[in-house]
Structures are given as structure tokens and as C-alpha cells.
Nanobody, 127 residues
Framework: QVQLVESGGGLVQAGGSLRLSCAAS????????MGWFRQAPGKEREFVAA????????YYADSVKGRFTISRDNAKNTVYLQMNSLKPEDTAVYYC????????????????????WGQGTQVTVSS
């Protein structure tokens, strides 16, 4: 497993941008698929975006497609979520997660497929 720490959250006006970062410990970061999830008040945690260990595959929830971009820098053990054109409904705690296994060739949005989680970072979008 990897240890994950998110940063970059904050308060932004609608239409603005934020970039979230997730720093991972360990030398095996490059072997894990990585994902971002979010949980709004009173709602279930939901999938946002994911990126394969080779960085060649990315996929998104329909609600963020075209506005959010996930990327990774394996040399820095970091995964990013660039969020543009933010909306009030994007307000949530955002969590970074690592796949439950290494080198898995899988395209999943299911939380149980991710075995390590960060503590979350709050994103608040004002109207």
C-alpha cells in the first residue's frame, strides 16, 4: 500500500480553477492506477477521475468531463487534478486513492477497487 496526502483545496468562485495534488510515499507509486473521488455533504462518495499506472489511460465522470484533467508525475510520486470552470455543485471533500493492486490492467470507478486513501481536501465553490 501507499500513503497518500492531498493538498490544494480551498474556496473559489464559480468559473474559477483549482489544482489538487496528491503526494504518495514509497518507490512503487508508478505501478498503481490512481483515482480521485469526492463526497459532498449528505451524499455518497463518488468517482471523479482516474489514470492508469502508465498514464496512457484516463477516464472521467460525465459530470466533470471536459472541465477536469487528471495527470501524474511518477518522478515526483504525485497525481494531480486540474479543475476548471468550477461549479457550486463541485463543492465536496476530494479524496485521492490508489488501486488495491499493482500493475493492474483495469478500468474501474468502483471504490472497493482502490485500497489506499488520503485524508481528503475540501473544495468549496461559491456562486
Amino acid at each position: 500500500q501507499v500513503q497518500l496526502v492531498e493538498s490544494g483545496g480551498g474556496l473559489v468562485q464559480a468559473g474559477g480553477s483549482l489544482r489538487l495534488s496528491c503526494a504518495a510515499s514509497g518507490r512503487t507509486f508508478s505501478s498503481y492506477n490512481m483515482g480521485w473521488f469526492r463526497q459532498a455533504p449528505g451524499k455518497e462518495r463518488e468517482f471523479v477521475a482516474a489514470i492508469g499506472w502508465g498514464a496512457g489511460i484516463t477516464y472521467y465522470a460525465d459530470s466533470v468531463k471536459g472541465r477536469f484533467t487528471i495527470s501524474r508525475d511518477n518522478a515526483k510520486n504525485t497525481v494531480y487534478l486540474q479543475m476548471n470552470s468550477l461549479k457550486p455543485e463541485d463543492t465536496a471533500v476530494y479524496y485521492c486513492a490508489a488501486d488495491r493492486g499493482q500493475w493492474r490492467v483495469v478500468r474501474t470507478t468502483t471504490q472497493t477497487d482502490f485500497g489506499s486513501w488520503g485524508q481528503g481536501t475540501q473544495v468549496t465553490v461559491s456562486s
